[in-house]
């Protein structure tokens, strides 16, 4: 069975069938960047090393065309959901560095006290930094 690279991460392939397992890609600088998000710079990738489908954004992972397929991966695709982000990605996209900040609607729901339903807002990146929004969870 196939085991992931990844620290914290305890997928193998005996006891996880709906995982795929992705080996390095060829493209030198796209497996280093491969490297440094798995945190694992100094590390030596084999043929056999794999990195699993958890780690991917959906959006870079192709289902397979035929049943007996494999899924394969966008070109360029690099793993970006790990253990230590909470399987979560980054709310702001490279070339925007501007600060995050809560869509109006969800900033209502905050300031009617429903804190609560914060995880299902949707974070988008501020255009200028006047609509910044610090937060602060105060107990009611
Ligand atoms: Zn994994």
Same mark, same amino acid.
Not at 30 to 42: E, M, N
Not at 100 to 105: E, W
């Given at each position: 069975?196939?085991?992931?690279?990844?620290?914290?991460?305890?997928?193998?392939?005996?006891?996880?069938?709906?995982?795929?397992?992705?080996?390095?890609?060829?493209?030198?600088?796209?497996?280093?960047?491969?490297?440094?998000?798995?945190?694992?710079?100094?590390?030596?990738?084999?043929?056999?090393?794999?990195?699993?489908?958890?780690?991917?954004?959906?959006?870079?992972?192709?289902?397979?065309?035929?049943?007996?397929?494999?899924?394969?991966?966008?070109?360029?695709?690099?793993?970006?959901?790990?253990?230590?982000?909470?399987?979560?990605?980054?709310?702001?996209?490279?070339?925007?560095? &501007?600060? /995050?900040?809560? #869509?109006?609607?969800? $900033? %209502?729901?905050?300031?009617?006290?429903?804190?609560?339903l914060f995880l299902n807002c949707?974070?988008?990146? &501020?255009? /200028?930094?006047? #609509?910044?929004?610090? $937060? %602060?969870?105060?107990?009611?």
């Amino acid at each position: 069975d196939v085991h992931c690279c990844v620290p914290l991460c305890q997928a193998s392939s005996k006891c996880n069938s709906l995982l795929s397992f992705h080996t390095f890609p060829s493209d030198a600088e796209i497996r280093r960047k491969w490297l440094v998000a798995i945190r694992r710079d100094k590390f030596t990738v084999t043929p056999h090393t794999r990195v699993c489908s958890r780690h991917f954004n959906k959006d870079d992972v192709r289902e397979p065309l035929s049943e007996t397929g494999r899924r394969l991966l966008n070109k360029g695709a690099v793993p970006a959901l790990f253990e230590w982000n909470n399987f979560t990605l980054p709310t702001s996209r490279p070339g925007h560095t &501007s600060p /995050t900040v809560l #869509s109006k609607g969800c $900033l %209502e729901w905050l300031l009617m006290g429903r804190s609560h339903l914060f995880l299902n807002c949707t974070l988008v990146p &501020s255009v /200028t930094n006047r #609509s910044r929004v610090s $937060l %602060e969870f105060s107990p009611f």
